[in-house]
């Protein structure tokens, strides 16, 4: 039999997911799947995965080889922040784990662990909702800081100073948030105003982070 979890998200304590629950184990029923992990939490999808239980509940147990396929109702119960469901669909798939989605009928890898079209296609337009998030936050955020210096607020980096490493970055938690959140060197560049030696600096400081986050 093959090992599967069973994966229930809802957004609010007042949601409940048993119906979810009930679902994929009937799923599994029916393909003869031996359920050996039930992940529920109760928080929204647009968190960040590293602030999810349940999403690093299924990574450290699909890490540890205890299932070979995910069952979830739908995509937006893995999440709804796009950037994050595509690194999480994305981890799985590296693990050589199929999410089976009950919505669409289907499977995200096949026998051989490759990828569908309709996985293909989906996983794309992930991309792309999250490629067109990122151009939304960067548009925000420099308005921010355009209507901070007509404030005369300083933003980006101060010059001249010598300082230990914690107050140095304690001034760019900016800076550190989109890296971790992603976004390339050149990118917090433009995003926050920041020189690209500073920005270089910084990812050079908390490379270690940035790699267990990864």
Same mark, same amino acid.
């Given at each position: 039999?093959?090992?599967?979890?069973?994966?229930?998200?809802?957004?609010?304590?007042? !949601?409940?997911? !048993?119906?979810?629950?009930?679902?994929? &184990?009937?799923?599994? $029923?029916k393909?003869?799947?031996?359920?050996?992990?039930?992940?529920? @939490? &109760?928080?929204?999808?647009?968190?960040? $995965?590293? @602030?999810?239980?349940?999403?690093? !509940?299924?990574?450290n147990?699909? /890490?540890?080889?205890?299932?070979q396929?995910? *069952?979830?109702?739908?995509v937006?119960?893995?999440?709804? $922040?796009?950037?994050e469901t595509? &690194? *999480?669909?994305?981890? *799985?798939? !590296?693990?050589?784990?199929?999410i089976?989605?009950?919505?669409? $009928?289907?499977?995200?890898?096949?026998?051989?662990?490759?990828?569908?079209?309709?996985?293909?296609?989906?996983?794309?337009?992930?991309?792309?909702?999250?490629?067109?998030?990122? /151009?939304?936050?960067?548009?925000?955020? /420099?308005?921010?800081?355009?209507q901070? /210096?007509?404030?005369?607020?300083? %933003?980006?980096?101060?010059?001249?100073?010598? @300082?230990?490493?914690?107050?140095?970055?304690?001034?760019y938690?900016?800076?550190?948030?989109?890296?971790k &959140?992603g976004?390339?060197?050149?990118? %917090?560049?433009? *995003?926050?105003?920041?020189?690209?030696g500073?920005?270089?600096?910084?990812?050079?400081?908390?490379?270690?982070?940035?790699?267990?986050a990864?």
């Open positions: 039999m093959v090992p599967v979890a069973i994966f229930g998200r809802t957004s609010t304590l007042e !949601q409940d997911y !048993q119906r979810q629950i009930v679902d994929m &184990k009937n799923i599994a $029923n393909f003869d799947y031996k359920v050996v992990s039930v992940i529920t @939490e &109760k928080i929204s999808g647009a968190k960040k $995965n590293e @602030e999810r239980l349940g999403v690093q !509940q299924l990574l147990e699909a /890490r540890a080889g205890k299932f396929k995910v *069952l979830v109702t739908e937006s119960r893995l999440g709804r $922040n796009t950037l595509l &690194k *999480l669909v994305e981890e *799985l798939h !590296q693990l050589n784990i199929s089976y989605l009950h919505d669409l $009928n289907s499977e995200t890898l096949n026998e051989n662990g490759e990828m569908n079209m309709q996985t293909e296609m989906m996983l794309h337009m992930l991309s792309l909702f999250a490629k067109n998030e990122r /151009r939304t936050t960067i548009a925000r955020i /420099r308005s921010g800081m355009a901070a /210096r007509e404030r005369g607020v300083h %933003c980006g980096r101060h010059k001249g100073t010598t @300082e230990s490493k914690e107050k140095f970055l304690s001034k938690s900016k800076v550190i948030d989109g890296l &959140k976004f390339s060197v050149r990118e %917090c560049v433009k *995003l926050y105003d920041v020189s690209l500073t920005v270089a600096k910084i990812r050079k400081m908390i490379a270690l982070e940035l790699k267990n990864a």
